[in-house]
C-alpha cells in the first residue's frame, strides 16, 4: 500500500525561543518569509503526501489557522490588486488538505505519534518534524518513500553528525553494508538497533535520527506498549527499537536512509539564524541585496568593527 499520510508533530512549546515563543507557536516563526511549518508542509507535499495531519496543543491555533483560507485578507488584496501577495497566501492554503489533532498533555514523540492513530488507521505514514528543515532540492523523503515502497517495514532518515552531538539524537546501530540499489542519491542500511539520545562514550555510532520517518502502522501497537524512556516521555525512538529487533520474523523491517544534503536545524537559535541568512541569500528576489551587504559587513570586522559615529 502506497503511502498519502504525513503527520507533523507540533505540539512542543519552543521554550529555547522565549520570550518571542510565549504567545507564538514556534512553527511559526519566520525563515525568511514563510513559517517555518511551510516548509515542512510543503515538503510532504511535493512528495506527494496531500493528507497532512498536525499534532498540536491547545496554545497553536496560529498554525492550523495558517493552513486556512483567510477570506478578509484575499477580499482586501484582490481589491487592492496585490495578486503577488494574493497567490502566495492561498498557495499555502493549497499546499495539501491539512487536518489536525491535539495532543493533550506533553508526553513526547512517540505519544505524539499514538495521536495520529485514529486519522492514519491502517497504513504506513510519513512522519516529519518541524525542527528540521531539509532543502527543496534534496529528495530525502522521496527516496525513504522508495525504499519502504521496496523493503516494506518502517524508514528512518539518518545522517552523520560530530561525535560531540551524539546525545542531542535518537542514535542507530546498522549492519556494514548498504543495501540500495546502485542510482540512489543516498545509501540505505538495515538498522538492528537504536537508542535514545545515549551518552557520548555509550553512542554506538554517529548516525543520527533527523526528523523524517516513513513508518508502518504497526508501530502504533509498539507504541502502546512503549513505556516512559529518555526524559519519562514515551519516544519514538523506543518502538522503532522494538520493530528493529522484531526485525525479519514480524515482516517489519528498519531501514535507514543516509542523508547527505543540505539539512537546516531551527529547534537552535544559532543553527535558525545560520538557516534563515543561508536561504535568504539563495533566494533571488532577496540575496541580491543581502549577500553583497554580508560580505562588506563580514569584511569589515561583523561585530568587531567600530560601529562609527
Ligand atoms: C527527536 C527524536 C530524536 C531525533 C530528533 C531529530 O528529538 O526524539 O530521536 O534524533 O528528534 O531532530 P528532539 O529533537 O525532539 O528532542
Not at 34 to 47: F, G, L
Not at 224 to 239: C, H, K, V
Amino acid at each position: 500500500m502506497s503511502v498519502k499520510k504525513a503527520v507533523i508533530p507540533a505540539a512542543g512549546l519552543g521554550t529555547r525561543f522565549l520570550p518571542a515563543t510565549k504567545s507564538l507557536p514556534k512553527e511559526m516563526l519566520p525563515v525568511v518569509d514563510r513559517p517555518a511549518i511551510e516548509y515542512v508542509v510543503e515538503e510532504a507535499s511535493r512528495a506527494g503526501l496531500r493528507d497532512v495531519l498536525l499534532v498540536t496543543s491547545r496554545t497553536k491555533k496560529a498554525v492550523e489557522d495558517h493552513f486556512d483560507r483567510e477570506a478578509e485578507l484575499e477580499a482586501a488584496l484582490e481589491r487592492k490588486g496585490d495578486t503577488t501577495r494574493l497567490g502566495r497566501i492561498r498557495a499555502s492554503a493549497e499546499l495539501a488538505e491539512v487536518h489536525s489533532v491535539r495532543q493533550q498533555a506533553p508526553r513526547g514523540l512517540g505519544h505524539a505519534v499514538l495521536c495520529a492513530a485514529g486519522h492514519v488507521g491502517d497504513e504506513p505514514f510519513a512522519v516529519l518534524l518541524g525542527d528540521d528543515l531539509i532543502d527543496e532540492r534534496d529528495p530525502l523523503l522521496v527516496e525513504m518513500l522508495a525504499v519502504r515502497e521496496r523493503f516494506g517495514g518502517s524508514v528512518v532518515g539518518l545522517m552523520e553528525v560530530p561525535e560531540d552531538l551524539v546525545s542531542l539524537y535518537g542514535v542507530a546501530t546498522v549492519d556494514p553494508t548498504a543495501v540500495g540499489p546502485a542510482g540512489e542519491r543516498y545509501q540505505t542500511v538495515r538498522i538492528r538497533d537504536l537508542v535514545e539520545k545515549p551518552p557520548v562514550d555509550e553512542a554506538p555510532s554517529n548516525l543520527a535520527i533527523i526528523g523524517r520517518y516513513v513508518l508502518s502502522p504497526a508501530v502504533f501497537d509498539v507504541l502502546r506498549q512503549t513505556p516512559p524512556g529518555r526524559g519519562n516521555e514515551i519516544q519514538l525512538t523506543d518502538a522503532l527499537r522494538t520493530l528493529a529487533h522484531l526485525g525479519d520474523d514480524a515482516g517489519e523491517p528498519v531501514h535507514g536512509v543516509v542523508f547527505t544534503g543540505r539539512r537546516y536545524d531551527t529547534g537552535d537559535r544559532v543553527d535558525y539564524l545560520k538557516a534563515v541568512i543561508r536561504l535568504a541569500c539563495e533566494r533571488p528576489d532577496i540575496g541580491g541585496e543581502l549577500y553583497p551587504w554580508l560580505e562588506e559587513y563580514v569584511s569589515a570586522g561583523g561585530p568587531k568593527a567600530d560601529p562609527g559615529p
